[in-house]
Every structure is written in structure tokens, then in C-alpha cells.
């Protein structure tokens, strides 16, 4: 069983920054990638980062250049850096880590973006 849990929302203004960190534990039976969602209020989950096994990323396009993705295989984190956030950015964002047989999902991090 895998547990994913997400921290390191909160309130900042526009143009600030955030990280959040998605920790994997459990007995993952292996990982072929993790990845951050968001959920704006009112609207359906979209996808903002993967980080692949291989170490390959992929971004949205709104988002590819503000947003870094990375992990610490040690500490099986993977971190999410947002830089020059807007109010649009306001969201519950979900680390999801997918794994051979399936994947799970964590409860979610509030990020409030403030204008």
C-alpha cells in the first residue's frame, strides 16, 4: 500500500513563491513517475508537473516556466517550486504517484494566491 501525503501550501501574494513537497511511503511496488495536479475551485483537476523514473519531466505549458519539478530519491520527496504565482494559481494541488499496478493519490494541499 502507498501513502502520499502533500505539504507546503498556504496564502502568499502574486508574484511570490511556494514549495511543495508529495512524500511516497509504504511499500510502492515501483514508481514510474509522480505527478502534481491542481484543482482550481469551480473547476476539473489539471495536470501541472510529472517527473518520470527516468528523471524525465514534463510541464503545462502555462506553467513550464514558472514551475520546477524535482524529487529526492532518499527521501522519497518529490518537490513542486512555484515561482511568480498568480491568482489563477489558486488551487488544491495533489501529488499523484503511479505506480506498475495502479496509483494513489494524497489529500491535497490549499495554495491561495492572493492579487
Known amino acids: 500500500q502507498v501513502q502520499v501525503v502533500e505539504s507546503g501550501g498556504g496564502l502568499v501574494q502574486a508574484g511570490g513563491s511556494l514549495r511543495l513537497s508529495c512524500v511516497v511511503s509504504g511499500r510502492p511496488s515501483s514508481t514510474n513517475a509522480v505527478a502534481w495536479y491542481r484543482q482550481p475551485p469551480g473547476k476539473e483537476r489539471e495536470l501541472v508537473a510529472r517527473i518520470s523514473s527516468d528523471g524525465s519531466t514534463r510541464y503545462a505549458d502555462s506553467m513550464k516556466d514558472r514551475f520546477l519539478i524535482s524529487r529526492d530519491n532518499v527521501k522519497k520527496t518529490v518537490y513542486l517550486q512555484m515561482n511568480s504565482l498568480k491568482p489563477e494559481d489558486t488551487a488544491v494541488y495533489y501529488c499523484?504517484?503511479?505506480?506498475?499496478?495502479?496509483?494513489?493519490w494524497g489529500q491535497g494541499t490549499q495554495v491561495t494566491v492572493s492579487s
Open positions: 499523484n504517484h503511479i505506480g506498475t499496478y495502479g496509483s494513489s
